[in-house]
């Protein structure tokens, strides 16, 4: 409504002359003050497997509460709160200075009462007369799967309160995800590694691969596996936040070639050293080893 237009024309042409306008006599006048708390910013360590299934952390902050003695109110008894005399108790003062568009008003916060509009006689002891006092406190905390490094969580409410029992700050949790000695992350996709001896890429195997929930799959390793094979577990990924579906786990299978062999080794290796299973001839239509061999630099 017109609250709202004279609102905007304040905002505007009271930062450009230095104090609110009441232009087209839309003047709403001092509104009460209503004083918000301090935002409070804090770090929380996940796990990926925490990351998988969400979490509760219980989070142990410092932050300003109502005084209990006085309820916030700054004195022990309402007696001793008295109306500002500076300001009458509108908390701030109103001057009207002459513009090129008519009359603006500037509003300033009164000094006395920082903009309350009351003053207090005498003081709760317990706060000194602020209405606050600093209390450490646990707060319980709901993290949803899915979350990334670095994602910032407000708690609406859970910071610190306002001066005259006014609206309490928001607790900001932000998101350190520990490092995985098993995966890498990328998204909600997963990546690790396996490693298997040179017979058994000849010949085949079976596998037990670790999951992120701590339980194993087998999957299967076929006969002629070349190193840098990747084994896609669909499903087997970080779920999306706030949506359906979960990403992947990318198994690479790395061979391992032996750098020490005994007399005996060796002598096997060179029996299958001029036999031609064992020479390097890889096909043509085998596209994906040529696409390992483009990427092997990357």
Known sequence: GFG?????????????????????GFDNGPQERVFRGKDIRVHTKLTLAEVATGATKDISIERYSPCGSCGGKGAKSSSDIKICPACKGTGSYKRVVPSFLGQSVEYSTCQQCNGIGK????????????????????????????????????????????????VNGDLLVVIDVENSEEFIRKGNDLYSTKIISVPDAMLGCELEVKLLNGNTQTVKVEPGTQSGTVITLRGKGLPSLNSYGCGNLYVKIAVWVPKHLSHESKKLAESLRNNPDFNPSPNKEDQSFFDRLKNLFD
């Open 119 to 166: 003053v207090v006689s005498k003081p709760c002891p317990d706060c000194g007369g602020s209405g606050l006092v600093r209390k450490r406190e646990t707060v319980k905390v709901n993290i949803p799967a899915g979350v990334e490094d670095g994602m910032q969580l407000r708690v609406s409410g859970g910071g610190n309160a306002g001066r005259n029992n006014g």
């Open 4 to 24: 709202d237009i004279n609102d905007f024309l304040r905002d505007i042409f009271g930062s450009a002359f230095g104090g609110g306008f009441s232009g087209f």
